[in-house]
């Protein structure tokens, strides 16, 4: 099978999918440079609310596919910040739903999602020193804020995977779901995102990504939307809020 990213939009939630089989999912040049226009084109959409990334079958992402880093390995790592940082850019609310294998450009794009859930069994790592990479500083750094800078060295230093129980203790992932649940569990909580106020998600997003500079611009997109009203106005009457 050709390798390709696969996009659906069910309700509010688009969802991607890494299609890889013959390599557990890595990424190839293509796929990499194919990611940023898709996540452009769905952020554009306006029915789209809830961004979901996940891998074909039972591998989230098993990394670059090496045999890309012959040619180019600096247009390749290149083409996976790009990626990344496109990621980590989508307007909406992100999740990677991890099954398997999430392993170095894998991991990358987990990291660069605002949430991560992970079926049981699910391994991490970032192997860039077993080939001798220099792991991105971008990529780096989210990776630190995720899980701080003592895991994010054992991670970066050694090349190790770790599993599920210490990817949530140390922050990696979010929740950690027995086989079979996780679609549901997914499915459930990305209906919770897209019900919420857009208005309030979109500004902290921002916020927890560090930026500073945009509280006046926000309260005046509060004023004009008229979503605290509603909100308010649905609490009080035990209503669904129908935010605009």
């Known amino acids: 099978m050709e ?3 696969l996009h ?4 509010q939630v688009a969802t991607v999918v890494i299609r890889h089989p013959a390599k557990r999912n890595a990424m190839t040049a293509a796929m990499w440079g194919s990611l940023p226009p898709l996540l452009e084109t769905l952020a554009a959409d306006p029915g789209v609310r809830v961004l979901v990334l996940t891998g074909e079958g039972g591998t989230f992402c098993a990394g670059a596919d090496i045999s890309t880093l012959r040619g180019s390995p600096l247009e390749a790592q290149r083409l996976a910040v790009a ?6 850019a989508f307007p909406g609310p992100t999740l990677a739903a991890v099954r398997g294998h999430c392993v170095g450009g894998g991991a990358q794009l987990a990291a660069a ?5 992970a079926e049981e069994g699910a391994r991490f790592g970032v192997p860039p020193a077993k080939l001798g990479i220099v792991y991105p500083s971008s990529a780096t750094r989210r990776l630190v804020s995720l ?13 190790e995977l770790i599993g599920t129980e210490r990817a949530l203790r140390t922050g990696l992932v979010d929740e ?9 569990r997914v499915a459930e ?15 902290a997003k921002e916020f927890a990504n560090g930026r500073t500079d945009r ?8 004023r004009e939307s008229g979503d605290t009203s509603e909100g308010v106005a649905a609490f009080l009457e035990r209503r669904t809020p129908r935010f605009s």
């Open 176 to 184: 950690v779901l027995p086989a079979g649940e996780l679609d549901g």
């Open 83 to 88: 990626a990344e940082e496109a990621l980590a």
């Open 189 to 203: 909580f990305t209906g919770i995102l897209a019900s919420r106020s857009s208005l309030t998600q979109a500004a």
């Open 147 to 159: 899980v701080g800078p003592a895991t994010a060295k054992y991670l970066l230093f050694s090349g």
């Open 215 to 222: 509280d006046a611009h926000w309260e005046e997109r509060a």
């Open 8 to 11: 659906t939009v069910t309700g």
């Open 3 to 5: 390798p390709q990213l």
């Open 113 to 117: 999602c605002d949430l991560r859930f």
